[in-house]
T-cell receptor, first 114, second 112 residues
Framework: DADVTQTPRNRITKTGKRIMLECSQT?????MYWYRQDPGLGLRLIYY???????NKGEISDGYSVSRQAQAKFSLSLESAIPNQTALYFC?????????????FGEGSRLTVL | GENVEQHPSTLSVQEGDSAVIKCTYS??????FPWYKQELGKGPQLIID?????GEKKDQRIAVTLNKTAKHFSLHITETQPEDSAVYFC???????????FGTGTRLTVIP
């Protein structure tokens, strides 16, 4: 089983719908992240959390919200999806030792907003 | 914030040849430079990293070099194999930072 599991892996939705992407991890890491990947733009940080009570905005948080339900669970929500949120979304974890440390990514959730 | 530029965006090499991917960064305080490999349908995976107190680091067929003065670092893959075909991302961060700033990626294709 994967150490970082994302659900759903693929989702097609319509403009204005609320969408939640879920991430769970078995690595025991405190730090969890949500990244967005777009062709030609690389990976950009949406939100990150260093523990259950700590939530921080990243580079591109507008239009997104997150919830850290437990050490092992970190979900990303799009309250009212729009077409330019069509992208590949990755959850990641790290120990945070010395800089961010090594990031361990899930396999991604591909979201299409029509 | 940090700005990381990566070139080329695509690279094709014959099996057995070498591949070089280059990145530049803007923040002179950055001191950690990892490289991630993303295979089709997978998340990125760390393959090698270097810190600013080191100029070069090798791990079998891959190596990374860092020029702090010029603020650029490079990934070198020797004796390329078809399984090296993937998208490679460079990244940079600084001590105490909460984020890695990624380059835009290089799609490497190794032609058998």
């Amino acid at each position: 089983d994967a150490d970082v599991t994302q659900t759903p892996r693929n989702r097609i939705t319509k403009t204005g719908k609320r969408i939640m992407l879920e991430c769970s991890q078995t690595k025991g890491h405190d730090r969890m992240y949500w990244y967005r990947q777009d062709p030609g733009l690389g990976l950009r940080l949406i939100y990150y959390s260093f523990d259950v009570k700590d939530i921080n905005k990243g580079e591109i948080s507008d239009g997104y919200s997150v919830s850290r339900q437990a050490q092992a669970k970190f979900s990303l929500s799009l309250e009212s999806a729009i077409p330019n949120q069509t992208a590949l979304y990755f959850c990641a974890t790290s120990t945070g030792w010395r800089n961010t440390g090594e990031l361990f990514f899930g396999e991604g959730s591909r979201l299409t907003v029509l | 914030g940090e700005n990381v530029e990566q070139h080329p965006s695509t690279l094709s090499v014959q099996e057995g040849d070498s591949a070089v991917i280059k990145c530049t960064y803007s923040d002179s305080a950055s001191n950690y430079f990892p490289w991630y490999k993303q295979e089709l349908g997978k998340g990125p995976q760390l393959i090698i990293d270097i810190r600013s107190n080191v100029g070069e680091k090798k791990d079998q067929r891959i190596a990374v070099t860092l020029n702090k003065t010029a603020k650029h670092f490079s990934l070198h893959i020797t004796e390329t194999q078809p399984e090296d075909s993937a998208v490679y991302f460079c990244a940079a961060s600084k001590a105490g930072a909460n984020n890695l700033f990624f380059g835009t990626g290089t799609r490497l294709t190794v032609i058998p």
